[in-house]
């Protein structure tokens, strides 16, 4: 089935730094999802993608739908201490039920 | 609003136990899902419901039964769980499991915490 990858799998940031990070697959994707979840809680969804080459931002976040379809990239600009979680990038199978997570990006902050 | 509400929030059941696991929402979405979430693992899809209907079961063992009485509710009825099977136990729900564009948005419910002793 249809695997997402995520790059790096965590990364350590000084507070004020911005933040990339990207998920990939081997498959084309029509709509690409970015979550952020919290110990403990459940993912909230950040921005969502539809179209190739969309760029979508949502305060300091981001995001961009890759031209091959096979991408995704999330930017965090001047990053702060909640942004501290896991991001995870999602998106439907080819049958649109099927809901496919990549293994997250874990990003911690520091002061 | 874009609220799922979840109870409860912890579980701590037995074995030979049966409990069951809640879901709301009132968004007027028409599509509902269990997922299971381990330790530093992303969710992994359980079953889907779409119009009340159950359209996907991800061959989960049959001690996990769900139930959708309505377009608002979601329960997932559990009887001689394993320990394996504690996790975080998450409900979301989207407009439409096939509708384009804003029906892939799903949202996510706070999750229980599940214990198998």
């Known amino acids: 089935g249809q695997q997402l990858n995520q790059s790096p799998q965590s990364m350590f940031i000084q507070e004020g730094e911005d933040v990339s990070m990207n998920c990939t697959s081997s498959s084309i994707f029509n709509t690409w999802l970015w979550y952020k979840q919290d110990p403990g809680e459940g993912p909230v969804l950040l921005i969502a993608?539809?179209?190739?080459?969309e760029l979508t931002s949502n305060g300091r976040l981001t995001a961009q739908f890759g031209i091959t379809r096979k991408d995704s990239f999330l930017n965090i600009s001047a990053s702060i201490p909640s942004d501290v979680g896991i991001y995870f990038c999602a998106g439907p199978n080819n049958y649109g039920q099927n809901f496919v997570f990549g293994p997250g990006t874990r990003l911690s902050v520091l002061p | 609003d874009t609220e799922v509400t979840q109870t409860p929030k912890h579980l701590v059941m037995g074995m030979t136990n049966k409990k069951s696991l809640k879901c709301e929402q009132h968004?007027?979405?028409?599509?509902m899902y269990w997922y299971k979430q381990k330790a530093k693992k992303p969710p992994e899809l359980m079953f889907v419901y779409s119009y009340e209907k159950l359209s996907i079961n991800e061959s989960v063992p049959s001690r996990f039964s769900p139930e959708c009485p309505n377009s608002s509710l979601l329960n997932l009825h559990l009887h001689a769980l394993q320990p394996e099977d504690s996790a975080l136990y998450l409900c979301?729900?989207?407009?439409?499991?096939?509708?384009?564009?804003?029906?892939?948005?799903?949202?996510f419910g706070p999750g229980t915490r599940l214990t198998v002793t």
């Open positions: 979301a729900s989207s407009l439409a499991p096939t509708s384009p564009n804003m029906g892939y948005e799903q949202y």
């Open positions: 968004m007027g979405h028409r599509a």
């Open positions: 993608l539809y179209k190739a080459g």
